[in-house]
């Protein structure tokens, strides 16, 4: 389960499939952000694509020379800037490409403007997220709700995103959510409504543990983003700020021209891979023995080139070097800019207090420490915040609060009143009233016997004491220990349930499945166009299907319509398959069915319509 080389072997499908020859990457602004998470400029130039455009640019010239791959979100913007292009065709030939799933309307706007038969094919590769880390993908969303509700824009674009990953895994899950959360709850009820609808999709094999789709809420877990990082990749993030692998140090004091904008990639950096999880102390010692390796395999300034063999072994070594040092110039100025703020705003000091009131419950000594930190000068306004915020969820119904007096130390301090406002709106989203969970104090035996072992043994690190909500839910998870009446499943909860015919489903493992008798009845319909066998005219096709006439036996037909083989007729064609006439014998013809990717690989999309390989026959695939 690896979304980086997913995402990876979309795009080199992509390039690979538009063959040999000089190629444009045209893109929009979501698909750009996809691609350079995954390949850099260097190494997509190295397979013959040579120009990177945004499809909405107006200012592109015509290279009728290039090929142009084009990959895009199926959005109503992307598509109509296709149908301008294809009427007006800057390049040879198309090979295009979506991020998900195309309705059947915009298939056929594009095959209307498609005039000029500049369209090879037509796929979609369903790379719709941000890849961060192989185990990590985003959405770059911000502002997804309105109150305690879904921005139904944000809501479509999340269940796209979600659908996306699991059809680029090849994974049909059960599906599982908060139950305290009703936006945990639409969003589940959203991807399963996807999963029924493109069940055909999701056909995978089946596994003998069925893959878990678990969908939870933030809300359950507010204190865990307000307290500070002590890991590598998670203090650039929250200390310099970290956007699809790039870092902006403009406003780093002396900062040179060239480390203003430097990126971090677990993929082509060694020492951002080895380091990302570790903790800034180990990550020192790492950087000091990062620079004196450097220091020995740097070229002696007295080094003397004498001979041929010489001045062989130096250029030979040169890119290694170059690299080496760029990576060590990158990783200093960047450990170094952290060390700076964490000093300067004495995070030290105020990552042992949130700590403390992340894990302890001694209420008389957080609130002393909290205060005395609000009056240091050194603490910074934000800081200063978060570290009020997380006493007003810890300590939300305590007796004798000292709230309000450290909302008037805020004010003193000149906290803004956005600022302040924050205070009860991070109790309003994540407090005890709306939490599904016992986030700050242990009901159940186990849980209490741990606290107190842990209490009894001591802190390895009391910078790093706190344990997420999610480490335990995934704990319980594993174990099969987590309780359905919190966490419940969405339709059934079985395979076994998942795949009664007639009965709820998430997806449907046979086509005898997905049309029992009596059961809800699918059709889909494709349009399909390319080249006639003569090559002379277009020839158009839809492939439709769903459930027979009378019912009992899915069927497929097949309407082909173009001139004939010789080219001086018309013809018409239907391929169908269900029961025979007399209804005795089933009959089966299958049509422009292509071969299915690798059982062990990444599924390669679905639904390609085009000429076939050897040009003559336009085709139909469903790659699985």
């Known amino acids: 389960m690896n979304v980086t080389l997913a995402v990876k072997q979309y795009v080199t499908r992509m390039i690979e499939d538009s063959g040999p020859g000089m190629k444009v990457l045209l893109m929009d602004k979501d698909t750009t952000s996809i691609v350079s998470m995954v390949y850099t400029q260097s190494e997509i130039l190295q397979k013959e694509v040579y120009l990177l455009e945004r499809i909405d640019s107006q200012n592109r010239d015509n290279m009728k020379h290039l090929k142009a791959i084009c990959y895009l979100r199926p959005t109503k913007e992307n598509v109509e800037s296709l149908i301008q292009e294809l009427r007006r065709p800057k390049y040879s030939v198309y090979f295009i490409y979506f991020s998900n799933v195309i309705s059947k309307s915009e298939i056929k706007a594009l095959a209307e403007a498609d005039e000029q038969e500049v369209v090879a094919e037509i796929q979609e590769f369903y790379g719709d997220f941000i890849a961060v880390n192989p185990h990590l993908f985003s959405l770059n969303l911000q502002g997804v709700a309105r109150g305690r509700s879904w921005d139904p824009t944000m809501l479509a674009r999340s269940t796209q995103g979600l659908t996306s990953v699991l059809l680029a895994l090849k994974k049909c899950p059960v599906i599982r959510y908060q139950l305290s959360s009703d936006m945990a709850k639409r969003l589940a009820e959203s991807v399963k409504l996807i999963i029924t609808k493109e069940y055909e999709l999701f056909d995978f094999r089946k596994t003998e543990v069925p893959p878990l789709l678990l969908i939870l809420d933030r809300s359950d877990d507010a204190i865990t983003p307000l307290l500070n990082q002590w890991t590598y990749q998670a203090m650039v993030h929250e200390l310099l700020g970290l956007n699809n692998n790039r870092i902006d140090l403009s406003r780093v004091?002396?900062?040179?021209?060239?480390?203003?904008?430097?990126?971090?990639?677990?993929?082509?950096?060694?020492?951002?891979?080895?380091?990302?999880?570790?903790?800034?102390?180990?990550?020192?010692?790492?950087?000091?023995?990062?620079?004196?390796?450097?220091?020995?395999?740097?070229?002696?300034?007295?080094?003397?080139?004498?001979?041929?063999?010489?001045?062989?072994?130096?250029?030979?070594?040169?890119?290694?070097?170059?690299?080496?040092?760029?990576?060590?110039?990158?990783?200093?100025?960047?450990?170094?800019?952290?060390?700076?703020?964490?000093?300067?705003?004495?995070?030290?000091?105020?990552?042992?207090?949130?700590?403390?009131?992340?894990?302890?419950?001694?209420?008389?000594?957080?609130?002393?420490?909290?205060?005395?930190?609000?009056?240091?000068?050194?603490?910074?306004?934000?800081?200063?915040?978060?570290?009020?915020?997380?006493?007003?969820?810890?300590?939300e119904r305590h007796s004798n609060s000292a709230l309000p007096a450290m909302m008037e130390e805020l004010a003193k301090r000149g906290v803004s009143e956005k600022y302040r406002k924050m205070v009860h709106s991070v109790v309003e989203y994540g407090g005890k009233r709306v939490r599904g969970s016992d986030l700050v104090t242990a009901t159940d035996a186990v849980a209490i016997t741990k606290q107190f072992l842990k209490g009894l043994k001591g802190v390895e690190n009391v910078y790093t004491q706190h344990q997420p909500l999610l480490q335990d839910t995934l704990d319980q998870l594993v174990k099969g220990k987590l309780r359905d009446a919190q966490f419940p499943y969405?339709?059934?909860?079985?395979?076994?349930?998942?795949?009664?015919?007639?009965?709820?489903?998430?997806?449907?493992?046979?086509?005898?499945?997905?049309?029992?008798?009596?059961?809800?009845?699918?059709?889909?319909?494709?349009?399909?166009?390319?080249?006639?066998?003569?090559?002379?005219?277009?020839?158009?096709?839809?492939?439709?299907?769903?459930?027979?006439?009378?019912?009992?036996?899915?069927?497929?037909?097949?309407?082909?319509?173009?001139?004939?083989?010789?080219?001086?007729?018309?013809?018409?064609?239907?391929?169908?398959?269900?029961?025979?006439?007399?209804?005795?014998?089933?009959?089966?013809?299958?049509?422009?069915?292509?071969?299915?990717?690798?059982?062990?690989?990444?599924?390669?999309?679905?639904?390609?319509?085009?000429?076939?390989?050897?040009?003559?026959?336009?085709?139909?695939?469903?790659?699985?």
């Not at 203003?260 to 023995?289: H, M, P, Q, W």
């Not at 069915?593 to 695939?621: F, I, N």
């Open 490 to 624: 969405l339709g059934a909860s079985s395979l076994r349930d998942r795949y009664t015919p007639g009965g709820p489903h998430l997806g449907a493992s046979s086509l005898r499945d997905r049309y029992t008798p009596g059961g809800q009845q699918h059709q889909r319909q494709v349009l399909t166009w390319g080249p006639s066998p003569g090559g002379q005219q277009p020839q158009r096709q839809v492939h439709t299907w769903g459930p027979s006439p009378g019912g009992q036996q899915p069927q497929r037909q097949v309407h082909t319509w173009g001139p004939s083989p010789g080219g001086q007729q018309p013809q018409r064609q239907v391929h169908t398959w269900g029961p025979s006439p007399g209804g005795q014998q089933p009959q089966r013809q299958v049509h422009t069915w292509g071969p299915a990717a690798s059982e062990t690989g990444t599924h390669l999309g679905a639904l390609t319509w085009g000429p076939s390989p050897g040009g003559q026959q336009p085709q139909r695939q469903v790659l699985t």
């Open 253 to 395: 004091p002396g900062i040179s021209k060239d480390l203003r904008e430097v990126v971090l990639s677990a993929d082509n950096d060694d020492f951002y891979a080895n380091n990302l999880y570790l903790n800034f102390g180990e990550i020192g010692t790492n950087i000091k023995n990062l620079m004196e390796d450097f220091q020995k395999k740097k070229p002696k300034g007295q080094q003397r080139l004498e001979s041929i063999s010489d001045m062989k072994a130096f250029v030979d070594s040169y890119p290694q070097f170059k690299k080496m040092s760029g990576a060590v110039s990158k990783h200093v100025t960047v450990v170094g800019e952290l060390s700076r703020l964490v000093a300067e705003r004495q995070l030290m000091e105020v990552s042992e207090v949130e700590q403390e009131l992340a894990c302890q419950n001694d209420h008389s000594s957080a609130q002393q420490k909290v205060r005395r930190l609000l009056r240091l000068p050194g603490v910074c306004e934000l800081d200063a915040v978060r570290l009020v915020m997380l006493y007003a969820l810890r300590y």
